[in-house]
């Protein structure tokens, strides 16, 4: 338990600047001393390839996660990072190696997945193909015994929750794709789950379909406050639906907390590139100083330019002399104005414009080498290639984190 | 033109093979058809349908093809299971085990079970020498003999369309079942074996087609004591010289044959086609 507290406490006083984390840590201090217990509880979860051929190589190397009451979370990574494995795990078609899972207080590591009360939305969704809509919604009552006109009863309440009334007849293959994943959806929730598990569902639906989709499923998972543990590798899709977010790579949690959190304080290298797009610097750490949590280091790029970025609250991996790698998001570099100065500046010329709607995306070719992309309202002034401009922004804009 | 010359393709590929089947295969069978209406008269029918001797035959014949075939099926299922789910190791020394009768002659396999069933076989001498029979129990010339060695003939017949839709199960739809509180009985009897159906109808047809003609195997293991229609054209060509007859026999053998098929395959269609 107490461990437990003191790694929500780390968590959440990681966000950002200094008046976020402390309002997080009064926050944090507060829930802890209010909130009950996770819900679900993952501790040291090993897990080894069954394949023979990979012997040894670990699909999930030591993973801990605790996943409040009624919350959304997203476990977001590249293909091969642990995420199903993991997911797996949780609805037990994978035993883990080493490390345990609790649900609502109890251990289930070894609990046959029939037992466990978790509901699952497959990639495929899964629905039993000889079944009609309403029998495959029906399927988990009726293995739980529940009678016949109750089953009926809620199975069309149901239906009509995910707005597929008159449907209940059709088999699988007579619905459209987004019908069959509301089904999937309504099989996994009609028997009061007490967790949610959603294994990339909208990978198989056209984008439009998928933002109406992502839409329905987080407002019936708020409606119901069922508390949910979804997969995807989509980046924008985690961002949508999550409450917070555990990257993953290479069978860790590299990081978890809320989007925001994740794309202005990443903890990583891996993470500032795989949450959004990342503009990079390398360079040497030279002085670190400030009062912490909003400590700020001065770093020699290659180039021989100097930056100023912050550190995340509580990293204490960056030293002296360690190789650094500085993030600054898109959006965050200003125009330079006569008189105005940043702690960082770049000169440079515009490369390439993009057109994207809301945004314009420009890359520029820095003076000195590299490059920088761009982000600005598209409302504004638009430049066109070939145009020189310099750029500047605070130490604030900027984060600092071991290149390895 | 590039439509033109894909079309000709195929025919002009398959010009040699058709020629060979319609001269040496189609032309017999027809001519022979024709015998049993010989001279416009339907006699040859009307002897195979009332005289009760000959409708026995039909009758044990038909009788002893749906024993074959749910014995097979029986058998079949948990072979087929076996090799859809086994490893890559195991599933290849199955497919060994299932495919080596198909490289040895019918007759060397037919013969062998009448060492294997005779009164001084293997069967036998272990009944008597385990003390379970008193004496020699009678398992060749008879239905018993038959159906084994039918059984043993067909079996591949019925695992392989099994097997084929075991394969094409989605593996998640188990793991779904048993996250949503299934056991282990309940995802068989509620999800996997419905899904297995398809696949047990066409080998149980596919079986029983091929059983109604049997010839070798009834012919050697029956001893003469079991006539199946098959025997039975071969007695009225070979002994009486009927050949109005025995092709009257062989046009009703056909009909059947063409006739389960056909209702069969709508049937499957209708079943099998979930996704």
Known sequence: ?404 | MSARRRDLGPLAAGALPLLFLGVLFLFPVLRLLLTSVEGGSLAAFEKAATDALYVGVLIDTVKLSLIVAAICLALAYPVAYFLATASRLWAAIGFGCLLLPFWTSILVRTYAWTIVLGRNGLVNRLLLDLGIATGPVPLLNNEIGVVVGMVHVLLPYMVFPIYAVMLRIDRDLAAAAEGLGATPWRVFTRVYFPLTLPGAFAGSVLVFVIALGFFITPAILGGGRVITIGLLIEQQVRQFLDWPFAAALSALLLAAALLIQGTFQRVLRGEARWH
């Open chain 1, 1 to 404: 338990m107490g461990r437990q507290r003191r790694r929500d406490g780390r968590t959440l006083g990681q966000v950002g600047d200094r008046e976020i984390a402390r309002a997080a840590e009064a926050a944090a201090a507060k829930r802890d001393a209010l909130a009950p217990a996770p819900l679900l509880v993952i501790a040291g979860v090993e897990r080894r390839f069954a394949d023979r051929r990979t012997p040894g190589v670990a699909a999930l190397a030591g993973v801990d996660l605790a996943i409040q009451s009624g919350e959304f979370l997203t476990l977001l990574g590249p293909s091969g990072s642990g995420k199903t494995t993991l997911l797996k795990v949780v609805a037990g078609f994978e035993p883990p190696d080493k490390g345990s899972v609790a649900l609502a207080g109890r251990d289930i590591t070894a609990l046959a997945p029939a037992k466990r009360n978790i509901g699952m939305v497959f990639q495929n969704y899964a629905l039993f193909p000889h079944m009609s809509a309403a029998a495959n919604i029906a399927f988990p009552l009726a293995m739980r015994g529940i009678p016949r006109d109750s089953i009926r009863d809620k199975v069309s309440s149901v239906l009509a929750l995910v707005g597929l009334s008159g449907y209940g007849e059709r088999l699988p293959r007579q619905l459209s794709g987004g019908q069959q994943q509301r089904v999937a959806l309504a099989r996994a929730i009609v028997f009061d789950p007490t967790l949610l598990l959603l294994d990339e569902p909208f990978g198989a639906l056209d984008r439009k379909l998928r933002a109406q989709m992502q839409a329905e499923v987080k407002s019936l998972q708020r409606r119901l406050g069922i508390t949910t543990l979804f997969v995807t590798h989509d980046q924008e899709e985690a961002l949508v639906l999550s409450d917070r977010i555990a990257v993953m790579n290479a069978g860790r949690i590299a990081q978890i907390g809320a989007a925001e959190h994740l794309y202005r304080r990443p903890a990583s290298r891996f993470v500032a590139e795989f949450v959004g797009e990342a503009n990079l610097f390398r360079g040497r750490a030279g002085v670190i100083a400030g009062p912490a949590p909003a400590r700020t280091v001065e770093v020699k790029l290659e180039s021989g330019a100097a930056m100023r970025a912050s550190l995340a609250p509580g990293d204490r991996a960056v030293h002296y002399g360690a190789d650094l790698a500085l993030v600054v998001r898109p959006e965050r570099p200003r125009r330079l104005i006569a008189g105005a100065a940043f702690e960082n500046q770049v000169a440079g010329t515009v490369a390439e414009a993009t057109y994207l709607g809301e945004t314009v995306r420009y890359r520029v070719t820095l003076e000195g080498g590299g490059e920088i992309v761009l982000r600005w309202p598209a409302e504004g002034e638009r430049l066109s290639p070939g145009t020189r401009l310099e750029l500047g922004w605070p130490a604030s804009d900027m984060t600092a984190v071991l290149w390895a």
